[in-house]
Every structure is written in structure tokens, then in C-alpha cells.
């Protein structure tokens, strides 16, 4: 499967890609944190390390170069979004096999198969309008809200606070780094090299609560992945 998209260097992407035949690629907590810790070992130059089994001591290992600046994430059962700017030549096609293969192999492993893991090559929307880049931080970060409410894109959030304290609460994305949460995850993230939507924590709270309480009839439809 080809790419429509051309990837170039100091663009910004939004890029995601599921399981094959739209199986779930995260069945455990550990499945969830092993593909944390590759978004932070598999983004760079060097070869991978994986010299711990837990989390915290993953994202302490050294690495070298990155390949892409990584500006949000977010982990879904069966498919996975993630924000990159790419800022080496090549550094988000590199990155992206590098993470895919290593995740694939632990899979594979894990639960005794073999084959492919994801739906061929990921999809990648290049995020050339600003107002449309600022709206991917929500829209990724919105993803989790359909665990609870399947249908909420369609008819609207039914119970809005349940659905705040589900995101805050959310692991397996990068929504904490944005509220001020001091976690070992924040590694992963370079916000520096993204516009500075959002200077303060009320910034990207005011935002994610715009569309959950208000504006939920203009989202944007959920990407085809």
C-alpha cells in the first residue's frame, strides 16, 4: 500500500495507522506501555536498547539523535494517533518502521503469532493551516471519549463531566503533559518545537472543554483509518 502523502522536513503530520483487519493491537497495560516506551526509544539515530521491562526505566535510557519531534500522542485499542514534525531528512518513515517493527516483534512474541500486526503503511495528513494544526491537539486528545460514549461524534456527549475526568484519567495518551501532570511520559514530548497554542494548563483545558460542552456539531469527522 502506497502513501498519498509526501513527507518533507520541518512540516507538521498527523499520522495514525490500526491493527490488521481492525484487530485490537492492546490487550494489556503493558501493551499500552511497551508502545509508550518505543515512541521515546525508537525515536532516534542509533539502535534500539531495551535493557528493562518497565516503563520508568525505559524512558530513562539514553538515545541518540531524534528523528522526529513528537507533539501529542494518543493510544486507542486497536489503532494509535500520534503528532510529529519531522525534523531530520527521512526521520518520520524511519521512525515509524523502527516503532511498528519493535512493537510487532514484542506482539508477535507475547502471543505466540506471526504476520503482520498493523494494516499496511500508516497514513500520515500533512498539517499545513494553523487553526487546523491547533484543532489536531483536541482531536487527538478527544479520541478516548468513544470507549464510553461510542456514538458521542453523532449525538453529543451525554455526561460531560464523566467524559472530563475519563481524559484526565486516560494512561495511554499524552492529555497529562498537557494539564500540568508531572509524569516520566513527559520525555517523549518536545513542545518546543510546536506553536505555543497553549502557554498555560487553561489554554488546552478551555480548548477540550469548547468541544466537549459546545461545539461538538462542527468536529471535524473521525479520520477513515
Known amino acids: 500500500m502506497t502513501r498519498s502523502t509526501t513527507i518533507s522536513i520541518d512540516e507538521f503530520y498527523h499520522v495514525y ?17 511497551r508502545f509508550i516506551a518505543l515512541l521515546y526509544l525508537c525515536n532516534s539515530t542509533e539502535p534500539i536498547r531495551i535493557r528493562s521491562k518497565y516503563l520508568n526505566e525505559m524512558l530513562d535510557t539514553k538515545r541518540g539523535k531524534k528523528l522526529v519531534d513528537i507533539g501529542a500522542y494518543c493510544l486507542m485499542p486497536n ?12 526521520g518520520t518513515s524511519l521512525f515509524m518502521q523502527k516503532l511498528t517493527t519493535a512493537y510487532t516483534m514484542y506482539f508477535n512474541k507475547k502471543n505466540d503469532r506471526v504476520g503482520s500486526l498493523f494494516q499496511g503503511t500508516f497514513k500520515a495528513e500533512h498539517l499545513d493551516d494553523d487553526e487546523y494544526l491547533k484543532y489536531i491537539f483536541a482531536y487527538i486528545h478527544l479520541n478516548p ?27 495511554y495518551s499524552s492529555y497529562s503533559e498537557f494539564t500540568g501532570v508531572d509524569r516520566k511520559e513527559k520525555v517523549i514530548l518536545s513542545p518546543t518545537a510546536f506553536p505555543k497554542y497553549f502557554e ?26
Open 17 to 33: 495507522n490500526r491493527g490488521t483487519e481492525k484487530r485490537k493491537i492492546f490487550n494489556t497495560r503493558y501493551d499500552y506501555e
Open 79 to 90: 489503532h494509535f494517533h500520534l503528532l510529529l514534525y519531522e525534523c531530520v531528512e527521512d
Open 145 to 171: 471519549v468513544k470507549l464510553i460514549e461510542p456514538k458521542w461524534r453523532e449525538d453529543g456527549i451525554k455526561n460531560r463531566t464523566g467524559a472530563k475526568n475519563f481524559l484526565k484519567n486516560y494512561s
Open 200 to 225: 498555560k494548563v487553561d489554554d488546552f483545558q478551555k480548548m477540550i472543554n469548547f468541544w466537549i460542552e459546545f461545539k461538538n456539531e462542527y468536529l471535524l469527522p473521525e479520520k477513515e483509518i
